[in-house]
T-cell receptor
Framework: KQEVTQIPAALSVPEGENLVLNCSFTDSAIYNLQWFRQDPGKGLTSLLLIQSSQREQTSGRLNASLDKSSGRSTLYIAASQPGDSATYLCALKGSYIPTFGRGTSLIVHP | NAGVMQNPRHLVRRRGQEARLRCSPMKGHSHVYWYRQLPEEGLKFMVYLQKENIIDESGMPKERFSAEFPKEGPSILRIQQVVRGDSAAYFC???????????????FGPGTRLTVL
């Protein structure tokens, strides 16, 4: 059974810092890994999707990496802004059912 | 190009009533997933459907919960005789027909927040 852990659970940083959010998983037999953003009381917004054959994906200030051998993915946020404040979730897809971590709650203060 | 739509956005029910949650997938998407998010917990898979078929309902409680995705119209998650523990946010996601198993990206709706009084 796939288990997904996200560390840290919560993070508060000043604006402008570069951040690394971590996602670890126990079963490396995955098809893809997806990072989401969830704002309070809202749905999930897909940020990046990494297929199992890929090592990383980039979109703007975001970069996600995938290392299946070590069971880890990181989401790197460059030059953080207050608008980045949200909960960030990673989801592993081993078949057609993704397993979600509990998320990292990020606050970027001005 | 509308995204995944869910309605209602907020639903209040008294114990013992029925709750019906609707999900319209993105255009061209034939796969629908339902998830439940309890306060302070992660997203939990409930059921995976294709048109007129339930593919996997391993995450669905055995009693009171049912789901369908008819040939025409939205997918429906139905909760009968609701209890306070059913209070949660229910999210729907859709994906296009699979090009290769498990590889498709999921797109989420805004969720329905169910409150049981």
């Amino acid at each position: 059974k796939q288990e997904v852990t996200q560390i840290p659970a919560a993070l508060s940083v000043p604006e402008g810092e570069n951040l690394v959010l971590n996602c670890s998983f126990t079963d490396s037999a995955i098809y893809n890994l997806q990072w989401f953003r969830q704002d309070p009381g809202k749905g999930l917004t897909s940020l990046l999707l990494i297929q199992s054959s890929q090592r990383e994906q980039t979109s703007g200030r975001l970069n996600a990496s995938l290392d299946k051998s070590s069971g880890r993915s990181t989401l790197y946020i460059a030059a953080s802004q207050p608008g980045d404040s949200a909960t960030y979730l990673c989801a592993l897809k081993g078949s057609y059912i993704p397993t979600f971590g509990r998320g990292t709650s990020l606050i970027v203060h001005p | 190009n509308a995204g995944v739509m869910q309605n209602p956005r907020h639903l209040v029910r008294r114990r013992g009533q029925e709750a019906r949650l609707r999900c319209s997938p993105m255009k061209g998407h034939s796969h629908v997933y339902w998830y439940r998010q309890l306060p302070e917990e992660g997203l939990k898979f409930m059921v995976y459907l294709q048109k007129e078929n339930i593919i996997d309902e391993s995450g669905m409680p055995k009693e009171r919960f049912s789901a369908e995705f008819p040939k025409e119209g939205p997918s429906i998650l139905r909760i009968q005789q609701v209890v306070r523990g059913d209070s949660a946010a229910y999210f729907c996601a859709s994906s296009p027909p699979r090009l290769a198993r498990g590889q498709n990206e999921q797109f989420f709706g805004p969720g329905t927040r169910l409150t049981v009084l």
